[in-house]
């Protein structure tokens, strides 16, 4: 299963997720806080999915992301916060 994260976004906030036979299976949302800065508030992966890594490949997403708009990432989820502190990787995004 090749599982491809997607995104919404809205005027102020947006939605990563990762939908799989039509049902939205994972999702990671932030808010944009001006014009340079994301802040991941929340992660969720359901039940039965959990150590797929879906909650890493969001993120993933969600740091490409940041670089192609030239923006950082504040990750105020702890899972999100987590990744980033495993993934020296990330630092360029993340916001200090």
């Given at each position: 299963?090749?599982e491809?994260?997607?995104?919404?976004?809205?005027?102020?906030?947006?939605?990563?997720?990762?939908?799989?036979?039509?049902?939205?299976?994972?999702?990671?949302?932030?808010?944009?806080?001006?014009?340079d800065k994301i802040?991941?508030?929340?992660?969720?992966?359901?039940?039965?999915?959990?150590?797929?890594?879906f909650?890493?490949?969001?993120?993933?997403?969600?740091?490409?992301?940041?670089?192609?708009?030239?923006?950082?990432?504040?990750?105020?989820?702890?899972?999100?916060?987590?990744?980033?502190e495993?993934?020296p990787?990330?630092?360029?995004?993340?916001?200090?």
């Amino acid at each position: 299963m090749n599982e491809q994260v997607k995104l919404k976004l809205s005027d102020s906030k947006g939605v990563f997720y990762i939908e799989i036979n039509g049902k939205q299976e994972a999702m990671m949302t932030f808010v944009f806080s001006g014009e340079d800065k994301i802040i991941i508030d929340h992660t969720e992966v359901n039940e039965g999915n959990n150590g797929k890594g879906f909650g890493n490949k969001m993120v993933q997403e969600a740091v490409f992301f940041a670089r192609e708009r030239g923006i950082k990432i504040v990750p105020f989820c702890p899972f999100a916060k987590h990744v980033f502190e495993k993934t020296p990787s990330y630092n360029d995004v993340l916001a200090t």
